[in-house]
């Protein structure tokens, strides 16, 4: 009963700790996401954009189409928390599926190390449809571990079509598919010359190889429902061909550059001690170690990845643990009894103390827009669009906007045409040469970008204060960069486009806040 208590009590801090987590974060690309799924539900659906000027009439395939529609659907009739519990319970159950993918029963030891998975991955967390991706991802991966045993391959259609409906990381899946196909087709072919290599039999045959194969053909065309067909391959396809936001977006940066997350690190350092021990016992399989491998590389080059590293750690780092404290016990029969009630005693202490933790520091609002202190935070434009929306009175505006502002802006402002939001990241193109992110930046930060801006019909410009967009440096941080590093990132210089626009006599600051400066073109 006590043990019980104790794993209801650590599920429950889980999801309280995600609750909080999410609750207490904004992304812009949220405004967006609940424009489409309103339009969409209104019977207007977006084949071409018509939320910004400079890309206006052009075709967008919206590759989280599903996603905003559920996104709306809740919103509109349950309020925002709702999407905060949805996305929470994604992320709190892809952590637990993990774990129940390797271990038949979920430990309090192993729910221990899920909660501390959680806080690693706490530095990636918000309200945002990519966070129901893990899920997926975890989901395919348990379907994947249980052949030969069981016949899951039919699963994978509905998964991926569902994945692909939600969030355009859909493709992950695919790759992780081909992992396991080619890493038992390696042990096959390795196993008869070089056993020892071949790591542990996963029981895989030749015939179900192809039966993989088969079902992950159906995989592809299952995902090809869609209100787009083909063009959702193509849009997804294009991230891989298109490097430029890769070089300026925080969440696609290295985890090598600042900021710095260690905890995801440190994960992916003791795992891979593991993994090579349990290679050479024979007791994990080929694909297994080039999962490891993938996922390792996917976050070491891009920062977003690092939740997927968190979850492909968090089993192996459970299972090491939980043979050593097998050992410690069986040294110790007489004293395993009291250890055991005593430990569970604490653990319910302090799973409750997480629980009322996060529970008063959660946001249990519906109406996130009215949340100023919160959006301030992070920060958005709160005020600015306030100001803007009063100004205007509903008519049609033209913005040169904060980029990361956009998606905001689209829903905060709906009057405004913005010059660009989080749907054109990556594949919007300016000209044949450039994306409509790289145009955005020369408008902003090359000397001929201030000519560019008057000769186009902004009448407004809104730009940040924060001109690094990066938090303050942490102890670990202090670390790993020096002084100078740290006078670069956070450098006072404006942008060249605030300086002209300060010089200039055809445009003045109409407001100002500890956020934001808006500048209004003066009529002729």
Same mark, same amino acid.
């Given at each position: ?51 910004? +000027?400079?890309?206006? %009439? ?105 994945? =692909?409906?939600?969030?355009?990381? +859909? ?65 997804? %396809?294009?991230?891989?061909?298109? $490097? ?24 992916? #350092? ?21 999962? @490891?491998?993938?996922?390792? =590389?996917? #976050?070491?080059?891009?920062?977003? $990845? ?77 005020? #600015? ?15 040169? $906007?904060? @980029? ?14 913005? @010059? ?29 970008? @201030?000519?560019?801006?008057? =000769? ?69």
């Amino acid at each position: 009963m006590l043990q019980k208590t104790t794993k209801i009590a650590l599920i429950i801090a889980g999801f309280v700790m995600a609750l909080s987590f999410i609750s207490s974060t904004f992304d812009g690309d949220f405004g967006w996401h609940l424009r489409f799924g309103m339009d969409a539900f209104a019977g207007n659906w977006q084949y071409t954009d018509s939320y910004t +000027w400079p890309y206006f %009439g052009q075709p967008w395939t919206n590759h989280e189409w599903g996603g905003d529609l559920l996104f709306w659907l809740l919103y509109s009739n349950l309020g925002y928390f709702s999407l905060v519990v949805l996305v929470a319970t994604a992320v709190w159950g892809a952590i637990l599926l993990t774990q129940k993918i390797f271990f038949k029963k979920l430990t309090s030891d192993a729910l221990i190390f899920s909660l501390v998975a959680l806080l690693a991955a706490k530095f990636l967390l918000s309200m945002r449809l990519a966070w129901l991706a893990p899920l997926f991802f975890v989901l395919l991966w348990h379907t994947l571990e249980k052949i030969p045993r069981k016949k899951t391959f039919y699963w994978w259609p509905l998964i991926l079509w569902a994945w =692909s409906a939600l969030h355009g990381s +859909w493709i992950l899946g695919f790759i992780v598919l081909n992992i396991y196909i080619a890493g038992n087709a390696l042990a096959l072919l390795l196993k008869n010359k070089f056993p020892k290599i071949s790591g542990a039999d996963t029981g895989w045959t030749l015939s179900t190889i192809k039966n993989a194969i088969f079902w992950q053909i159906i995989s592809w065309l299952a995902v090809l429902a869609n209100p787009y067909g083909i063009k959702i391959w193509q849009e997804v %396809g294009s991230y891989f061909t298109q $490097n430029y936001f890769k070089q300026v977006v925080n969440e696609w940066l290295p985890s090598y550059a600042y900021p710095v997350y260690i905890w995801p690190l440190v994960f992916a #350092a003791f795992s891979v001690i593991i993994i090579f021990l349990g290679w050479k016992q024979k007791k994990i399989s080929l694909a297994q170690i080039i999962l @490891f491998i993938a996922i390792f =590389s996917a #976050a070491w080059q891009y920062k977003r $990845n690092n939740i997927y590293l968190v979850l492909v750690c968090l089993p192996i780092i459970t299972a090491t643990w939980e043979i050593a404290k097998g050992r410690i016990l069986t040294s110790a029969k007489n004293a395993a009894t009291k250890i055991s009630i005593a430990t569970s005693g604490l653990t319910i202490f302090a799973a409750l103390v997480i629980i009322f933790y996060s529970l008063s520091h959660t946001y249990w609002t519906n109406n996130i827009w009215r949340e100023r202190v919160l959006l301030e935070r992070y920060p958005f434009p709160f005020g #600015a669009a306030e100001f803007l929306k009063q100004e205007t009175a509903g008519q049609k505006i033209y913005v040169f $906007n904060e @980029f990361w502002w956009g998606g905001y802006l689209n829903w905060a402002l709906p009057n405004a045409l913005v @010059f660009l939001d989080g749907r054109g990241t990556a594949t919007w193109r300016y000209d044949e040469k450039t994306t409509m992110l790289e145009e955005y930046r020369k408008i902003k930060y090359d000397a001929g970008g @201030f000519q560019k801006l008057e =000769s186009s019909p902004a009448q407004y410009v809104i730009l940040s204060k924060n001109l690094a967009g990066y938090p303050k440096p942490n102890f670990i941080n202090r670390i790993i960069f020096d002084q100078k590093d740290f006078d670069k990132i956070f450098s006072d210089n404006k942008s060249q486009i605030e300086k002209m626009l300060e010089r200039s006599k055809n445009w003045q600051i109409v407001y100002e806040d500890k956020t934001t400066r808006v500048w209004s073109r003066t009529l002729p």
